[in-house]
């Protein structure tokens, strides 16, 4: 049990590695890593909407879809991002003196 719970520890440290790692280089806003957040933590809860004790692996395909919106969001929300970045929008950025 005990080296269960390290390994979970280990795999949600590098989960927040990546997550602070992407918003950091891609600038995404607080909330799209939440959405992340909240989808890992759909996967791991026991209780779903489609249980997959009953349906089998049928019961997986909501798990996927709520990984995927999730994923979709935060896609959606770095291409915005970059709209806004190319037509001038200035996020805070310190600009380079020449």
Known sequence: MRTVLVALAVLLG???AVVGLLMWRYRI???????LTMAGFYL???V???P???????????D???VGVAVLFVLRL??????LVDSGVD???RRRRG
Do not use: K, N, S, T
């Not at 806003?29 to 959405?35: E, F, H, I, K, N």
């Not at 770095?78 to 709209?83: K, M, P």
């Open 14 to 16: 590098l989960f927040l």
């Open 29 to 35: 806003p607080p909330r799209g890593p939440v959405a």
């Open 44 to 46: 791991v809860v026991p």
């Open 48 to 50: 779903d909407v489609v």
């Open 52 to 62: 997959e004790a009953v349906l089998g692996p049928l019961g997986l395909v909501d």
């Open 64 to 66: 996927a879809g709520v």
């Open 78 to 83: 770095a291409r915005a991002r970059r709209v």
């Open 91 to 93: 996020f805070g950025r």
